[in-house]
């Protein structure tokens, strides 16, 4: 199985329907089309949706090295309303750090207008620990 | 309809299988089962669920004074990963106000440990704006 | 040396006035005068400033369990400028991670209005790091 | 007086040793060389001065359209402790919004390596406000 495919086994992110387009090192991108399911109360995609979206990419760019990356910390500023269309989100890895890595994620709609700003710190398992074996290599 | 019951309309909480509890001023309790369409690819609640539960809640307990109140920044620290059973988080709203209220949830597991912690900055429509009137009364 | 005086090892926040009124496991309260050192271009007082304070409360009540930890993620809302007068910082763990624990630091003015809310994600060193002994106990 | 010249007035930057480097629509850079003074109990840089530094950055470069934009919620995440050589902050304000920018900030130290990651969400005041006057142009 191949980095990539690994992703495709998380339900949360899939019953948001986010997909991810692309895994390297320390980087990834996602994408998910917002559609009646993902608006809250009041019209507006949910903040949960919006996070969803950017948690996976972080995810998927902060595992890309071989160990087991979760996070710790995270905060996203929604600058922006949608209520409909493909949004994209680029996780960009910017501080690859042995214990606790630093990822920020873009979410952009189809104009390439901002959405919303997140930030991850993540915490690494060490290098020995059995569970990273559960991770393919990318 | 009451406004718990407008909550009812938030689609992507209800995805996520979030239950809203309790509405008060400033105050609001929701509940969530972690179930396998939570997981994320390790196993673990994705991030994004937990953060969905918290911003419902959160969402309940700012729109509880008739003024539309929308999130503009979010953090959540996730303290301990879980896999099973309830969730509980309580949203206490610690600033009403005006413009730019400010509100602290707590996500704890049936136990009562703390498993997550959210703060959320939130934006308040103007009294006047005719989009307030989506809201009804608690 | 008390616990309580090794704080006043903090030169910083001495610099910025700051003073440790009271330290007990998993809490402790600080004060700073707003003068005009405080202030930035604009005439209120600096998010440093504010951010010193609360920082330095944090630091004593995550440093009580004869552990040092520092802070690795924070955030803090300022939700009204000041420009004079008294304010008081009170930190609270909220969870006490023997890795990594959480503090809520609130800071009000005389009359007790919410100035600003710090949230802190801190590091705690491991049980047997020999660096834990330059913390006096509480 | 030149908005770059502007900025001498803050006085907390100024305590601490922030000198502004540069400032262009959107973008700012700032230094401090970390002494005796900054650091905290344990003799690491305190939070609050890294602090400090990059919301002197922050505050230049928002600040930089005309009108005042002051700060409403900020995170710093610390990924390595500093105690002593010159910090440089570089402040780029990835959302030029008309109400709540928002700007990213990085802390590196004489190496280039990433010390801290502050990020600020801002309220600009409404165009028409009068205390906009006290801004020069850039």
């Given at each position: 199985m191949s980095l990539k495919d690994f992703f495709l086994n998380d339900k949360f992110a899939a019953l948001a329907g986010c997909e991810l387009l692309d895994i390297r090192p320390g980087y990834a991108t996602a994408r998910m089309k917002v559609e009646?399911?993902?608006?809250?109360a009041a019209g507006g995609c949910q903040g949960g949706a919006l996070f969803t979206l950017a948690d996976f990419a972080f995810a998927a760019a902060v595992n890309s090295h071989g160990r087991v990356t979760v996070s710790v910390d995270s905060t996203i500023a929604i600058h922006k309303s949608v209520s409909t269309g493909w949004l994209y989100a680029t996780a960009t890895e910017t501080l690859d750090h042995r214990k606790l890595p630093f990822c920020i994620v873009e979410i952009k709609d189809e104009e390439g207008r901002l959405i919303a700003t997140f930030t991850g710190l993540a915490y690494r398992f060490p290098e020995?620990?059995?569970?990273?074996?559960?991770l393919p290599t990318l």
């Open positions: 009646q399911k993902h608006l809250n020995d620990d059995p569970r990273n074996k559960v």
